[in-house]
Nanobody, 123 residues
Framework: EVQLQASGGGLVQAGGSLRLSCAAS????????IGWFRQAPGKEREEIAC????????YYLDSVKGRFTITKDAAKSTVYLQINPLAPEDTALYYC????????????????WGQGTQVTVSS
């Protein structure tokens, strides 16, 4: 059974930092791209960062560039999302998901999804 376990969310003041983790199991980790997504209340889910399987190519949503950093630890089958500094507009439910090999803007290509971890940023 494929599982993606997202964790690390919480309530943080603006200007603070968080590191989200996405631990994968039940799949061949090195064959998948892992993406991070978020969905705020009343808004559509958006892809904010992704790291490709093949060459580690990174993707970031323009609005988070410079504040979000995606990395992976293949030995732990885990992808991280460092957020620093946090802003109130980052408040959302954050998900991780896997797609075969390459990062893509097509959400439908992401086959397996984690349950989400809540990030709430107070001003």
């Amino acid at each position: 059974e494929v599982q993606l376990q997202a964790s690390g969310g919480g309530l943080v003041q603006a200007g603070g930092s968080l590191r989200l983790s996405c631990a994968a199991s039940g799949l061949t980790f090195e064959n998948y791209a892992i993406g991070w997504f978020r969905q705020a209340p009343g808004k559509e889910r958006e892809e904010i960062a992704c790291i490709s399987k093949t060459d580690g190519t990174l993707y970031y949503l323009d609005s988070v560039k410079g504040r979000f950093t995606i990395t992976k630890d293949a030995a732990k089958s885990t992808v991280y999302l460092q957020i620093n500094p946090l802003a109130p507009e980052d408040t959302a439910l954050y998900y991780c998901a896997s797609a075969p090999f390459f990062c893509t803007a097509q959400l439908g290509a992401f086959r397996f999804w984690g349950q989400g971890t809540q990030v709430t940023v107070s001003s």
